[in-house]
């Protein structure tokens, strides 16, 4: 075989590189997560794995493809906008958290999240973690499905069934999180603000928390965790 | 000389061809590593024994941990699937001695049967494995589940009938 055959310019195309790279992102999360609870104490560390892995494709896909920091979303200049696309999504999904936490019998309580912690920072941290998420989950698998099926409703699809597919078993969750990502990944394609999301994020699952009985959601556990 | 447009990318399309198959085979052996390490961790393939007789008035096995024989198995019954009664397996069995699945003659089990409705039922005896780490154990089932019928006749002279579960 010559040595043009194996270049792999040659032998993948650009669509099925980006493809090849949101599966193997999304397959990395899977493990971590579905791996977590089979393993107990320090070797629980063995999970650090194929997030780390995770992590340098995603940066070193970047790289590669010379995506700024900018280019993935985290910036400044277009948080207004983003966050103008979001605000009648997140009222609407506020109302509808209040009519079913009300339809199903529960109470609301706006310290329920971590009732040990103060709320502000609660939600700071839920700022974080959703920027983490939302990283992942827009600045990489969006951009990487876009690219591999064009921007529109197919690949705001597929990120929301990434998105919910990542908290099964949790029937609840999935559902939840489906809807989100349908809204997040939209308004990326539109206004590609990682921060305005991380907002949106905590704000939702502070929320979602607050309003929709513990029991239906099963202290937010996914995964194999589920089941503990 | 100036460095050409190719030598200023850190990492190029191909290191990514590159990267990504090497993390799938990373993950690969991460996986399979987890999974074997995890079914030897909750399961204990050193568990002999075997569930003799189960009638309306007791149930009797034997269990050996062959990787200690000297140690004595913790057991739990189950009957109709529900959870009876928990014991240690160290009652005086001959027998397993003889026939050299034991260093010593104390490995059997015996459980009074709890008064039980007229009809059958079916007994099951698990061995309690702790494993390495203290967060989970695990259930084996000793030998196979057994059938055994229990009569209306024994059933009135014994007193009313419980559920299984709530004889404790």
């Not at chain 1, 032998?11 to 107990?40: K, P, Q």
């Not at chain 2, 494995?129 to 259930?139: I, K, P, Q, Y």
């Not at chain 2, 209306?152 to 419980?162: E, I, Y």
Request: with cysteine.
């Amino acid at each position: 075989m010559s040595e043009a055959n194996l270049n792999p310019e040659t032998i993948v195309s650009d669509r099925a590189l980006a493809g090849w790279e949101l599966i193997s992102v999304v397959s990395s999360i899977v493990i971590a997560e579905w791996m977590f609870t089979t393993v107990s104490g320090l070797s629980k560390l063995i999970i650090a794995i194929p997030i780390l892995l995770a992590f340098a494709v995603m940066i070193f896909s970047h790289r590669a493809r010379n995506e700024s920091l900018r280019d993935i979303g985290f910036r400044f200049d277009n948080f207004l906008q983003a966050m103008r696309l979001l605000v009648l999504p997140m009222l609407g999904s506020g109302i509808l958290c209040l009519i079913v936490g009300w339809r199903l019998g529960g109470t609301i309580n706006l310290f329920r999240w971590h009732p040990n912690r103060f709320i502000l920072f609660q939600l700071m941290f839920g700022f974080g973690w959703g920027l983490v998420q939302q990283y992942a989950l827009q600045g990489f698998l969006n951009r990487r499905a876009t690219m591999a099926l064009g921007a529109g409703w197919q690949s705001v699809l597929i990120i929301a069934m990434i998105f919910g597919g990542l908290h099964l078993p949790n029937p609840a969750l999935t559902v939840i999180t489906f809807a989100g990502g349908i809204v997040w990944a939209a308004v990326y394609q539109r206004a590609p603000n990682l921060f305005a999301l991380a907002v949106s994020h905590s704000v939702m699952t502070w929320l979602v928390v607050s309003t929709i009985p513990p029991s239906l959601l099963h202290h937010l556990r996914v995964g194999l965790n589920y089941f503990s | 000389m100036k460095p050409s447009k190719e030598t200023k990318v850190f990492f190029s399309r191909q290191n990514l061809f590159q990267l990504l198959i090497a993390k799938s085979i990373i993950e690969a052996l991460l996986v399979t590593a987890l999974a074997v390490s995890f079914y030897l961790v909750v399961t204990n393939p050193h568990l002999r024994g075997w569930l003799d007789q189960a009638d309306a008035r007791t149930i009797s096995g034997w269990v050996v941990n062959e990787k200690s024989a000297g140690t004595r198995v913790e057991v739990q019954l189950f009957i109709d699937d529900r959870f009876v009664e928990s014991r240690v397996a160290d009652s005086f069995r001959p027998d397993v001695q003889q026939a050299q699945r034991a260093t010593d003659e104390w490995h059997g089990f015996v459980f009074q049967t709890p008064r039980l409705g007229a009809g059958d039922h079916e007994a099951r005896v698990f061995a309690i494995h702790r494993g390495a780490s203290d967060e989970r154990r695990t259930l084996q089932i000793i030998g196979k589940p057994l059938r055994f019928h229990v009569d209306a006749a024994l059933t009135d002279s014994r007193g009313p009938a419980t559920s299984a579960g709530e004889t404790q």
